[in-house]
Every structure is written in structure tokens, then in C-alpha cells.
């Protein structure tokens, strides 16, 4: 199962990284991947790949995984996220920084949810939880 994250170094949902880091360390060992994609898509992000990985090793003390800094929408969205719009639909569009993708482990959207829904709340935690 893997929660896909687009974060974002300056955006005012950035104190989710520790939430992220939390549910990472909570439920790993049950199967779950936290996977963070930093993305410039709404402007908010650091200039290179090593500066975000510091930012976040630095000031979150995150391990959990990070891609390189990438699209997550439009023409040139990557690969995961133009696949998430064509098997979930607009829905599956990032609409802000810190929008999240839940992929059960049949490989399948279970859900998404907006930015405003922090990583550690029962909303996120009772699917997690009954799909594991």
C-alpha cells in the first residue's frame, strides 16, 4: 500500500512532513509505503533535489522515500499521476501541495484527500488500518 504525497518545501502545509513521518514509522512494518513527491507545480518548492532532501532530513528528520522534484499535474504530470487521473479521474489531480493518493494493495486508488486532511487523522488512519 502506498500513500503518494506531492510536498512542497514552502507551503504552509509543510509541518506535514511530520505527520508524514509518523504514519511512515507507525505502519511500514504492516506494508506501507509514505512516498513524498516534491513538486514546483504551485510554485513552492526549492530549486534542486539536494536542497529539499536536507530541508527535510534538517528541520522533519524524514525518512521515508523522495523522488526527485517532478510535475504532478498538467501536460508533463509524471507517469504516476497521469495514471491516477486516468484510473480515478479529476479527483485524482493534485489541487494543492500535500494532496494525497492512497493505493491499496491491489494497485488501485482506494482514496484521495485534500491538503487540509492532516497525514495522523482518522480519516486517513481507519482506511489504512482496515486495509492493511
Not at 78 to 91: D, F, L, R, V
Amino acid at each position: 500500500m502506498v500513500l503518494i504525497v506531492n510536498t512542497a518545501s514552502y507551503c504552509g502545509f509543510t509541518k506535514q512532513y511530520s505527520e508524514l513521518q509518523t504514519l511512515w514509522e507507525k505502519y511500514k512494518s504492516k506494508g506501507l509505503i509514505v512516498l513524498g513527491i516534491p513538486s514546483n507545480s504551485f510554485n513552492q518548492e526549492k530549486n534542486s533535489n539536494s536542497e529539499v532532501k536536507e530541508f527535510c532530513e534538517v528541520n522533519f528528520d524524514i525518512d521515508f522515500p523522495l523522488t526527485s522534484i517532478t510535475d504532478v499535474k498538467g501536460e508533463n504530470a509524471h507517469e504516476i499521476y497521469q495514471w491516477a487521473k486516468e484510473n480515478y479521474g479529476k479527483s485524482a489531480i493534485p489541487k494543492w501541495n500535500f494532496y494525497k493518493i492512497l493505493v491499496n494493495r491491489q494497485g488501485k486508488i482506494e482514496d484521495t484527500f485534500s491538503s487540509l486532511t492532516n497525514p495522523m487523522s482518522k480519516k486517513i488512519t481507519n482506511i489504512i488500518e482496515k486495509i492493511l
